[in-house]
């Protein structure tokens, strides 16, 4: 044995299980507002992934219990579930987590070596492969057309088989961000479109504040630092502000792009994730202010409703080369 | 009020200081053999000057300083050298080292103990303290003399006394300053001089009340408390949070006008210039799984195992440490003996020190970054030294690493990072030797040749001399 001789360091596994719980607010939100399929998809997608890692652990021969039971696999579940719409076929859900697990993460070397958040190679995979599925959201309970019971809910995800006199068109709708942008597109104002049904409920903020509530916990756990979230948010919100000031017509609100889409998660659970990241703090406001203005860059001129996933696979590349050049001076060589 | 600077990290690791320090100082009894290593300091080892069969007395020089960095060694009591020869040490390397063997007699005889004029020239007074075996007594042993001159070139603006023994478990430092703070503070006022420094600062962790109020009515120094974080007690840890002064990576800190010493160091000199008595001893705690932990006033060479008798071996003991949990060594067994460098030994066991959890990959937290008081990126080194690319690990500056263990200490994945910066710098070292070496053939090669090619030359030249002479006659 050597010095020293005592640790103190919460295990990996005590972040990982921190960083679960801090995700429960946005699950139960997530129910309140789509119902118990989220659930179903959270169950899915975390199955699959345990499955998967195990296998995948035995296959590279590392052990397979310590691994298991760091709970990286199972966060990267829930992060990808939460992106997926409720109600999205199980194929879908077992595909892109088969993806996230198996290429982007053990391919790329397991825990520690991945270059790219897995959770988000599975997101885009699926967008980029699926479209349709990807982007149909159920409707907030409170503007469905229709409503469908748990039992009928499964035989869509798992039959694809609807009641015979429902629609899949009355079921769901676009998400808030997508509207934007089609009805942009149609030269709404901005007046008309935040007029629409979608804009009326309060989903999307609660949501949105969920995440944050589970954020903060996790700033205070000292488990994320400020950086990543800080310049994350401000940056979009920076941007869309001052776009919101010259043009308010054809561009919407700064807060409006904080409770939409992905901001929120991305920001306290995405771009935090320490693999994919960089180390040095000024690299993480690089690091996460890129992501911010890439993520707005898509919102508004993508041909994807929202950014946040491809903001972050195109700066996890850019991730060695930050860290490079941002070595804080080390003691005594300062200047 | 001074104002206080900050240095990044550090961590706070459990005190367990409480324990040892019920008791005062203890004397234990003679030991029946003392176990005294020839080489206890940095630099060159001290040359035996006694022979098996022997008497000496307490506090003859048995071991000659050889050399500009080194430091005599003592005989710490009366007594019959048995021999001298290989023994185990406790030091890092785990080697043998030459000891002399001395059987205590019982009788305490001593030299001839002369005082010291206060005010006699600093050179002189420097000779003395290396006669007298003065060394670094925080851990380091570096000869003290060498860091009380500071040329000529240099003016010292601070003296800094180091009490703030940050490392958890050890409190020698702490009863020395409670029991004996007037030796303290004189022996500062002898180093000030040689100095020539124009203050005296003490910095002592704010968990030590008790001796930060005896220091404080011992006088004659600015004593300030220092916030309690490990490593708040390494020497650029505590320059830099009282005095502002970042001292880089190889360079000396006099050069930046500040020295620091530890408080054990400032009474030994105090003993050796106005009581003329070379370093014989030193306080040593004893704890961890024990049952009456407490600090001894043990000679040098005194065996371990004897000082671990008095405190009451307990049950369950799995070997020992050699200073404390963050950065001691494992001793090789509990018979090495008490050396200067020796501030504590801490006997283990299952229950106090568990075994290390299997390390699991690095998740790049950068927990070790910001715990890391030479503000290095842990991470990037342990990368860069298990892939044995040891100069980019250079790069990132491995060398400034001042191996404190507390990257490794808060490493959620388990990784003994300080491991593989040893390993890395122990390999780099390594292959330094070997340039050398090679380097020096190389040169002896270039040297011998050209002597060949010279001495042809020269022949070739007293021929043609010789063969002209003889024409000319
Ligand atoms: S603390 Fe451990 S896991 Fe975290 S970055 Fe440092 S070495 Fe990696
Ligand atoms: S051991 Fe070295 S790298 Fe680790 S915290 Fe201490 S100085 Fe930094």
């Known amino acids: 044995m050597n010095s020293p001789y005592i640790t103190r360091s919460p295990s990996v596994t005590e972040i990982m299980v921190k960083v679960l719980a801090a995700l429960i607010p946005a699950i139960a939100a997530d129910v309140w507002f789509f119902g118990p399929a989220v659930l179903v998809t959270l169950a899915l997608a975390s199955v699959t992934a345990l499955v998967l890692e195990a296998f995948m652990l035995r296959l590279r021969g590392r052990p397979v219990k310590p691994f298991l039971m760091d709970g990286s696999a199972l966060l990267t579940a829930w992060l990808l579930g939460l992106s997926i719409p409720p109600m999205a076929p199980w194929w879908l859900i077992v595909t892109g987590t088969a993806f996230a697990i198996v290429i982007a993460k053990h391919l790329y070397g397991g825990l520690g070596s991945n270059p790219f958040n897995p959770a988000m190679v599975g997101y885009a995979v699926l967008i980029i492969s699926f479209p349709v599925q990807m982007t149909q959201w159920l409707a907030p309970a409170s503007i469905a057309q229709s409503h469908l019971d748990f039992s009928s809910i499964l035989d869509y995800m798992f039959f694809h088989a609807l009641p015979a006199n429902t629609g899949l068109d009355a079921l769901t709708s676009a998400t808030p961000l997508d509207t934007l942008k089609t009805q942009l597109h149609l030269d709404k104002s901005m007046d008309a479109i935040m007029s629409l049904p979608i804009y009326g409920t309060i989903g999307g903020k609660w949501m949105a504040a969920a995440y944050l509530a589970g954020g903060l916990y996790l700033l205070q756990q000292k488990i994320v630092s400020w950086h990543v979230p800080v310049s994350f948010i401000g940056t979009i919100a920076i941007l869309s502000g001052a776009l919101h000031l010259v043009d308010p017509a054809h561009y919407a609100s700064p807060l409006f792009q904080l409770a939409s889409g992905a901001t929120m998660i991305g920001a306290f659970f995405i771009l935090t994730d320490p693999v994919t990241g960089p180390t040095t703090p000024k690299g993480k406001l690089l690091f996460a202010s890129g992501a911010g203005f890439l993520t707005y860059v898509i919102r508004l001129h993508g041909g994807y409703p929202d950014g946040v996933a491809f903001a972050v696979l195109l700066m996890n590349i850019c991730v060695p080369l930050i860290d490079a050049y941002t070595q804080p001076p080390v003691f005594g060589k300062k200047k | ?473």
């Open chain 2, 1 to 473: 009020m001074r104002q206080l600077y900050h240095f990044n990290g550090g961590v706070h690791p459990p005190q367990h200081k409480d324990q040892s320090t019920i008791d005062p100082i203890r004397i234990p009894p003679l030991p029946e053999k003392l176990i005294i290593p020839l080489h206890q300091h940095i630099g060159s080892s001290a040359k035996a000057l006694v022979q098996p069969g022997e008497r000496v007395l307490k506090g003859q020089m048995i071991g000659q300083p050889e050399g500009h960095v080194s430091s005599a060694i003592h005989a710490p009591t009366s007594g019959k050298i048995l021999s001298v020869g290989m023994e185990p040490v406790p030091h890092p390397s785990g080697l043998d080292a030459l000891c002399v063997i001395l059987e205590p007699d019982g009788l305490e005889e001593w030299i001839e103990r002369v005082p010291l004029d206060p005010e006699m020239d600093p050179g002189t007074m420097r000779t003395k303290l290396k006669d007298a075996g003065v060394v670094g007594l925080g851990g380091a042993v570096f000869p003290s003399f060498i860091k009380l001159n500071p040329g000529s070139k240099n003016k010292v603006r601070t003296l800094i006394l180091n009490g703030a023994e940050c490392e958890p478990y050890i409190t020698c430092d702490d009863l020395l300053m409670r029991e004996r703070a007037f030796e303290i503070a004189e022996g500062a006022k002898l180093m000030q001089r040689l100095l020539g420094a124009e203050e005296v600062v003490l910095g002592i962790e704010d968990n030590k009340p008790l001796a930060i109020e005896a220091m404080k009515s011992a006088g004659g120094m600015e004593v300030v408390a220092v916030p309690t974080v490990y490593p708040g007690g390494g020497a650029k840890q505590l320059i830099k949070v009282l005095t502002g002064v970042e001292v880089p990576a190889g360079e000396r800190s006099t050069d930046l006008g500040v020295q620091c010493f530890n408080v054990a160091t400032a009474a030994s000199v105090y003993r050796a210039i106005r009581l003329g008595e070379p370093v014989l001893s030193r306080i040593v705690t004893i704890t961890g799984n024990v049952a009456q932990p407490g600090n001894y006033e043990a000679l040098i060479g005194t065996p371990v195992d004897h000082l671990i008798r008095q405190a009451g071996a307990l049950p369950g003991s799995s070997g020992a440490i050699m200073g404390g949990p963050m950065m001691g060594i494992d001793l090789p067994s509990t018979h090495v003996p008490v050396v200067k460098a020796m501030n504590c030994v801490i006997v283990k066991s299952e229950a106090l020190f568990p075994k290390a959890l299997d390390p699991m990959p690095c998740i790049r937290c950068a927990r070790c970054a910001e715990s890391c008081p030479a503000e290095l990126q842990p991470q990037e080194l342990y990368w860069f030294a298990k892939a044995k690319n040891f100069g980019k690990a250079q790069e990132y500056a491995l060398f400034d690493c001042i191996e404190c263990g507390c990257c490794s200490y808060v490493c959620p994945s388990h990784i003994p990072l300080v491991q593989y910066y040893r390993y890395a710098k122990s390999e780099i070292w390594a292959q330094e030797r070997e340039k050398k070496a090679s380097d020096l053939a190389r040169l002896r090669h270039e040297f011998r040749v050209e002597r060949m090619e010279r001495d042809k030359r020269e022949k070739a030249e007293r021929l043609a001399q010789k063969s002209a002479q003889a024409k000319e006659l």
